[in-house]
């Protein structure tokens, strides 16, 4: 059950926040160890607690229980020096980083505008481990929820209003067996979960679940990390809500044993494993060279009653939630529980990891209405932003009538950031307060705008941007795949072999931007079949298609051109 925690503010005003009991997590290893850990580790294991700041959980959920070790045994390393292509898609141009989470400074809870003092953290949660399937055996409404029998052909499955996907390639589901695989969104508290790191680290994506197949399957997550270059990103994963959080990779960290690859666009982290369990994105700021400052988007959603009582007292609640898509979908669903509705929603808010900076938030009324003990400004401490433990952060103002005879009605509300002197320039969007407004208790419509991402937007960790804009609807309607087994065999069979010009899969890598960390293609089975897998669910542009002949073209591989042309051009993408 949700347990709440209320703090008092100056003049009467107070924010409240929806506390999660905690789960843990181990790294992918066999079913043997896993055991043996259970057996001997799991009551005696004690790791780092963080709280999880708001963060709208999602859950990707695989049925089938066979295990399928990775590739690695029977793999075989491909040459990766020299690959010949324009400096501006080289990876060298990324520098790999050590982030060392225990050298940042520990952020404190105490606000010099607020007196709110943070509850204590809750203990591990004491429920039984969860099997595979017990997080999409609760019901969920339609939009959150969808699912399918897979047969080895595979399928790509999307949540649209929560730009979340999963693509399971052909070949994952083992010949003649059928499996059902759901995914879904997980409301349930019990399932938002701290993992063990720095008191720095912030929370950038869903948690994701999914289940083991015979070969990487790819995860979609949305972010709101803003200047990539700024972040030192790390993914952590649990196989249930039992068994520890542990940290699988650290970008710009990985090694011949790390097992899953991370791709960070500008706006997506697109994950490739095998391994069964949850997943979730963290991030804190970058020391590679100096002290960056990262920045996550925030948006703000103000809710109340549907109706303007006409002598009681009127109570607003301004939720404060990472700017993902869903945000909007999840605040609906507090709001449902409690009567109220949503009501407005606010512009972009940049956050940053600066020292103690808080969150203030700022509410005016127009026409006969006043906040209640003139708690017109609240602040909020900088770690039960960037890293608390509620999943719901919210604060409440109450408003009273102060001249019944007028109709007018206006509240304005607006969220700032204390931004420290001396800053870099490219923060100028920190001292940006976000607004917003409304003038009536009519529920807000919904708009699908500002629940989706850009597909398009290609800016990845070696900054190198090849897509535009924020918003794109020129977008694959189908989820069908635009490259066969037969396509993609018969590319395999041209690009896995090692060239004299290295215009293979490792030119095909660079051309696409997941050049990276190359090393983890070298040790699959077939490298160009996990670029191409990861191209499938990156690249859903009606010109995709168009754009991979093209790099071959470049690439001087007319083998790969004609095969790519092949494809019957009546096709809906192309």
């Known amino acids: ?80 020096d020299k690959v010949s292509i324009n400096e501006s898609y080289s990876s060298s141009t ?24 943070q509850a204590p953290m809750l203990p591990p ?7 595979p399937t017990t997080l999409v055996e609760e019901p ?43 995914l879904s969104i997980v409301r349930d508290d019990k399932h ?71 791709q960070i666009d500008k706006r997506y982290a697109y994950v490739l494993t095998e391994a069964f369990g949850k997943y979730v994105l963290v991030g804190e700021s970058a020391t590679d060279i100096q002290e960056r400052v990262a920045c996550k988007r925030l948006r703000l959603f103000i809710c109340g009653p549907s109706t303007v009582p006409e ?40 956050f940053a990891d600066v020292g103690q900076a808080g969150l203030n938030i700022d509410l005016q009324c127009v026409g006969g209405w006043r906040a209640k003990s003139s708690s017109e400004r609240q ?53 940006v307060p976000a607004t917003l407004s409304i003038s009536s208790f009519v529920p807000m419509a919904k708009d699908g705008r500002h629940c989706q991402h850009s597909s398009s937007s290609f800016e990845t960790m070696t900054i190198c941007s090849v897509g535009s804009g924020d918003h794109n609807t020129n977008l694959l309607a189908t989820d069908r795949f635009r490259l066969s087994k037969d396509v993609k065999r018969k590319l395999c069979r041209c690009l896995d072999p090692p060239t004299q010009k290295r215009n293979d899969w490792r030119m095909l890598a660079a051309h696409l931007n997941v050049d990276r960390y190359l090393t983890y293609f070298a040790t699959r089975p077939s ?16 010109n995709a298609l168009q754009q991979l002949i093209e790099i071959c073209r470049t690439m001087e591989r007319p083998d790969a051109v004609a095969i790519l042309e092949q494809i019957q051009p009546a096709a809906p993408w192309v």
């Open 192 to 262: 938002h979960v701290p993992v063990p790191t720095g008191p720095r680290s912030t929370y950038l994506s869903p948690v994701v679940f999914c289940g083991p197949v015979n070969k990487p399957i790819v995860m979609q997550l949305p972010h709101c990390a803003e200047n990539l270059s700024d972040w030192a990103f790390s993914l952590y994963s649990a196989p249930d809500n039992v068994t520890p959080w542990c940290k699988v990779v650290t970008i710009g960290e990985e090694t011949l044993n790390t097992p899953a690859l991370v």
């Open 311 to 350: 002598f009681s007292d009127v109570s607003l609640r301004v939720y404060i939630v990472e700017d993902n898509p869903g945000a909007e979908e999840r605040c609906r669903h507090c709001e449902q529980e409690i009567g109220g509705v949503l009501l407005g929603r606010s512009t972009v808010l940049h």
């Open 527 to 542: 490298p160009t079949d996990q670029i191409l897998d990861l191209w499938e669910c990156r690249n859903r542009d009606l």
């Open 1 to 80: 059950p949700k347990r709440s925690g209320t703090g008092r503010l100056p003049h009467g005003g107070a924010y409240l926040t929806d506390w999660s009991p905690k789960l843990t997590h181990h790294p992918g290893q066999t079913r043997a160890a896993k055991k043996r850990r259970s057996c001997t580790k799991r009551l005696s294991f004690t790791c780092p607690r963080l709280p999880i700041n708001g963060l709208l959980c999602t859950a990707v959920s695989c049925i089938p229980c066979i295990h399928f070790p990775a590739f690695l045994s029977r793999s075989y390393i491909y040459p990766l």
């Open 125 to 131: 949660s004491s429920s039984p481990a969860i099997r």
């Open 379 to 431: 602040t909020i401490p900088f770690s039960h932003v960037w890293n608390s433990a509620c999943t719901a952060l919210h604060c409440s103002f109450t408003l009273c009538r102060t001249e019944h005879d007028k109709c007018d009605f206006k509240i304005v509300v607006q969220a700032s950031q204390d931004v420290p002197q001396g800053l870099d320039e490219r923060l100028t969007a920190i001292g």
């Open 94 to 117: 990324y520098s790999k980083r050590v982030c060392s989470v225990e050298s940042l400074e520990t952020s404190t809870n105490t606000s010099a505008d607020s007196t709110y003092d």
């Open 140 to 182: 969920f409404r339609g939009a959150e929820v969808t699912h399918a029998t897979l047969t080895p052909a595979g399928a790509l499955l999307r949540l649209a209003t929560y730009s979340t996907a999963l693509l399971i390639p052909e070949g994952a589901i083992p010949k003649h067996q059928r499996h059902s695989v759901v």
